[in-house]
């Protein structure tokens, strides 16, 4: 079984509705991430919590809002989705050992589509 | 954040080494080199990170110049499954990765 889920794989929607996307892993890390990524280009964070009480803002938040449910769980919504929020949207989670370098863990992505 | 510049593309045939490049001239001495790469379909995967010193794992090797403003990722043998998106970070400690547009890495048969 994958380490870090999302669900949906794959979603399309109309300008206005509000969506939201999940995450869950079963690593047990501190630390979830999202990130959007857009066709030709790297990844950009939109948020990040470093433990359950803990939610910052990333490159580009706006537009986007979260919810860290429990360790495990990290939600991305997008209140009223417009057109230039589809993309391919990647959770990610990483641990938190003190002196150590932390690897992120990918799940594989949601593709949103906005119409 | 450091920034990192890397060819937009790069193509090596299979069973050769490949050597990706990547500047980092404004490195501070906190950053960390990460590499990670972004097969086709999937979300990024780490391969390897250095500090001062040349890294060795399973996937690659890191040689970091001695004034650590280059690096470079190398993979000694490739194959076709080595094909990806390979990008290259300056990380200061545990934070947050930036991602820059990476390398598109085409191997041949």
């Known amino acids: 079984d994958a380490d870090v889920t999302q669900t949906p794989r794959n979603r399309i929607t109309k300008t206005g509705k509000r969506i939201m996307l999940e995450c869950s892993q079963t690593?047990?890390?501190?630390?979830m991430y999202w990130y959007r990524q857009d066709p030709g280009l790297g990844l950009r964070l939109i948020y990040y919590s470093f433990d359950v009480k803990d939610i910052n803002k990333g490159e580009i938040s706006d537009g986007y809002s979260v919810s860290r449910q429990a360790q495990a769980k990290f939600s991305l919504s997008l209140e009223s989705a417009i057109p230039n929020q589809t993309a391919l949207y990647f959770c990610?989670?990483?641990?938190?050992?003190?002196?150590?370098?932390?690897?992120?863990?990918f799940g594989p992505g949601t593709r949103l589509t906005v119409l | 954040d450091a920034k990192t510049t890397q060819p937009n593309s790069m193509e090596s045939n299979e069973e050769e080494p490949v050597h990706l490049p990547c500047n980092h001239s404004?490195?501070?001495?906190?950053?960390?080199i990460h590499w990670y790469r972004q097969l086709p379909s999937q979300g990024p995967e780490y391969v390897i990170h250095?500090?001062?010193s040349n890294v060795n794992n399973r996937m690659a090797s890191l040689a970091i110049a001695e004034d650590r403003k280059s690096s470079t990722l190398i993979l000694h043998r490739a194959t076709l499954r080595d094909a990806a998106v390979y990008y290259c970070i300056l990380r200061p400690g545990a934070q947050k990765l930036v991602f820059g547009q990476g390398t598109r890495l085409t191997i041949n048969p």
């Open positions: 690593k047990g890390h501190d630390r």
């Open positions: 990610a989670t990483s641990d938190e050992l003190a002196g150590a370098i932390n690897e992120q863990f």
């Open positions: 404004t490195i501070s001495g906190t950053d960390y």
């Open positions: 250095g500090l001062t």
